[in-house]
């Protein structure tokens, strides 16, 4: 069966770059202001794409040249996962044990050298930080923070975070006043952007459909709204392409996948899929 163009509750990557639609003015916004300041903080409701804009929208606007972005998350330790981030890219043999200010700027010095590319420290899920961390954790990461972004280094940080826990972040404030300036809200996807995000995997992988059926899809998923719940929809998506697959492998008299308002009642509800 052909890989879905549908990533159920997957998140995008760079190599998604054909089957990704819907957040162009997002990442035009988040490619402007990520050099407006080097701290950049993208949060907002969960579900509503914020780690595929940073993965795949936002990485597809820079050049192989243009950026090293180390992904992060927490893990058990969120320094520890930053240093061994750095270790993990970096072609000079580093210290073992990077845990204070004075070796962070060493490594991403060294970092630099061994690429000649700006550094990206790309912190997703960044809420982990104050669900499971301790002060003694942020206060340490947010020095090393300080001085990262106080020194003449080549590098930036995006953070990644669900709103509800941006009170947590105040705190940093303490040691980085201007940490809140820099920020991009990630809103739920528009009824007109969904849209897109149908038809125009679905071009990309010769699909046809069937006329209205966006906008049945979409009234079947949010009845009356102008928002859109992406993860229903993904997830949607991905199980009406197997059921289309399933249908056009039984009967050889179909030569081609479509998207049709039959199959569409015919796959059920969303919160069958969900469990």
Same mark, same amino acid.
């Given at each position: 069966m052909p890989t879905s163009p549908f990533k159920f509750l997957d998140s995008y990557t760079k190599e998604d770059r054909d089957i990704f639609f819907?957040?162009?003015?997002?990442?035009?916004?988040?490619?402007?202001?990520?050099?407006?300041s080097k701290l950049l903080l993208v949060y907002g409701i969960s579900g509503t794409g914020k780690s595929s804009l940073i993965?795949? $929208?936002?990485?597809n606007k820079f050049q192989e040249t243009d950026?090293?972005?180390?992904?992060?998350?927490? $893990?058990?330790?969120?320094?520890? %996962?930053?240093?061994?981030?750095?270790s993990a890219v970096s072609i000079t043999t580093l210290d073992t044990n990077i845990t204070t200010p004075v070796q962070f700027r060493k $490594?991403?010095? %060294?970092?630099?050298?061994?690429?000649?590319?700006? !550094? =990206? *420290?790309? =912190?997703?899920? *960044?809420?982990?930080? =104050?669900i499971f961390g301790d002060k003694e954790e942020r206060q340490e990461f947010v020095k090393i923070i300080k001085s990262l972004i106080e020194?003449?280094?080549?590098? &930036?940080?995006? @953070?990644?975070? &669900?709103?509800?826990?941006?009170? $947590? !972040? %105040?705190?940093?404030?303490?040691?980085?006043?201007?940490f809140f300036y820099n920020r991009v809200r990630i809103e739920k996807m528009s009824h007109l952007n969904a849209i897109e995000v149908i038809n125009g995997p679905c071009k990309a992988f010769n699909i046809k459909l069937e006329e209205g059926f966006a906008e049945a899809l979409l009234e079947k998923l949010n009845p009356g709204?102008?928002? !859109?719940?992406?993860?229903?929809?993904?997830? =949607?998506?991905?199980?009406? @392409?197997?059921?289309?697959?399933?249908?056009?492998?039984?009967?050889? &008299? !179909?030569?081609?996948? %479509? *998207?049709?308002i039959p199959l569409l009642e015919k796959t059920g509800n969303v919160s069958d899929l969900l469990g």
């Open positions: 819907g957040r162009t003015r997002e990442i035009e916004e988040l490619y402007q202001r990520v050099f407006e993965h795949c $929208g936002l990485a950026w090293l972005p180390l992904i992060i998350r927490r $893990g058990g330790n969120i320094i520890r %996962s930053m240093a061994n981030a750095i $490594g991403v010095r %060294s970092l630099y050298l061994d690429h000649y590319r700006p !550094v =990206f *420290f790309i =912190f997703d899920q *960044f809420e982990e930080l =104050f020194s003449d280094l080549q590098c &930036r940080f995006i @953070f990644v975070m &669900r709103e509800e826990y941006m009170a $947590g !972040v %105040s705190e940093f404030e303490k040691y980085i006043p201007n709204s102008d928002d !859109v719940e992406l993860t229903y929809l993904q997830v =949607f998506l991905d199980k009406i @392409f197997r059921v289309a697959q399933d249908e056009k492998e039984s009967d050889k &008299r !179909v030569e081609e996948l %479509s *998207f049709t």
